[in-house]
């Protein structure tokens, strides 16, 4: 199995002054996040981490959300088709995230690095039974429907029409008492 992430990092802001020249805000008031080490205000650098499996089937494209993560793992699930797991700290507003997809074993191993709440829709039964074990803080939709909802517009079959947003996983989070989390954050 092959895998990756990527890291997704905001540029600097610009603004221009009243002499119309172009400045660079500066980043000492700036602290690195947790999750991503991206400079970001005092006070969102302890998010809480939640991971997403986001499917990467032509049909189900494109993704929603996906560029808002703070990383992104990449690795096949089956067929030759890949899907994401896509790790959050939801500071910013995310109206749209999905299409979400279920578990397998090494996204579950990647997601309990980072003590996480993990949403999924099912997952094969190794991943079932690992998420058991090592006691991730499992969001799976089969028993927490009311975190997800479905896209009714897209035209496509109804596995590839899952979807979630912030403000259903900021109370998920608040729901599980899921308040901090353990993880070695980025260096």
Partial sequence: VTGG???FQKSPTTST???GNSTTSSTAELVRRDLDGVPDTTGNQHGFPIGIMIENYLDARPQSGLDQAGVVYEA???GGITRFLAIFDLHNSIKKIGPVRSARPYYVD???EYDALYAHAGGSP???SLIRQVNVRDLDQFFNSRYYWRDT???VSREHTLYTDSTL???AREDKKATSATYKPWT
């Fill in 5 to 7: 992430f990527l890291v």
């Fill in 17 to 19: 002054n009243t002499t």
């Fill in 76 to 78: 096949l699930a089956e």
């Fill in 110 to 112: 990647w997601v309990a």
């Fill in 126 to 128: 190794a991943a079932q």
């Fill in 153 to 155: 517009t897209k035209k």
């Fill in 169 to 171: 996983l900021d109370r």
